[in-house]
């Protein structure tokens, strides 16, 4: 008899929760010039967790009682956000191109995978800010890569790919 079981839900409901979390912190801040950093990471960090609650697996401590939620698994501890999409199966990644081009029809985007790219570094390097490391972000990309995240990992999206349609 197993002493605990692992599944993947998608996406991972403990880790979506935390992303619109700190989604909701990067919207109360982005207002505040004098809150930008904490807006910027907050922004960014909820980018990260949109994208591992699409990697995470669910484990729970006893096999027999999936009420018993003990923690998620992730495939990978990157910050980098081009990585985490880079990292997931072909089918999310296909899933989450078509959702960005119905999400943004009719304005001209760059692929989703470039927009990623434009933070890469950018969450470890603003959270240390006083290093000199961090670069400048295009914030009106990361308020509109929120926005898409929140979208794509909603019920209705998520479900749309559960199915096939």
């Given amino acids: 008899m197993p002493n605990s079981a692992e599944f993947h839900f998608f996406p991972n409901e403990s880790i979506l929760e935390q992303a619109k979390e700190f989604s ?3 919207k109360v801040l982005r207002d505040r010039r004098s ?3 904490p807006f910027i990471v907050n ?3 909820s980018l990260e967790l949109f994208l ?3 990697h995470a697996k ?5 096999a027999w ?3 018993n939620y003990d923690k998620s698994l992730l495939r990978s501890k990157d910050h980098s956000l081009r990585g985490l999409f880079e990292e997931l199966p072909d089918s999310k990644q296909d899933w989450l191109n078509l959702l960005h081009a119905e999400f943004f029809e ?3 985007r760059a692929p989703l995978v470039e927009d990623l790219g434009k933070f890469d570094r950018a969450f470890v390097d603003w959270r240390y800010r006083f290093e000199g490391k961090a670069v400048s972000v295009p914030t009106s990309i990361l308020n509109e890569l929120i926005n898409f995240f929140e979208f794509a990992c ?4 998520t479900e749309r790919f559960k199915f096939g349609a």
């Fill in 65 to 67: 009682d999936v009420g």
């Fill in 43 to 45: 922004g960014l960090f």
């Fill in 52 to 54: 591992k609650c699409l």
């Fill in 58 to 62: 669910t484990v729970y401590s006893n």
């Fill in 106 to 108: 009719g304005s001209p």
């Fill in 24 to 26: 909701e912190a990067s």
């Fill in 154 to 157: 909603s019920k209705p999206s």
């Fill in 35 to 37: 809150l930008v950093v």
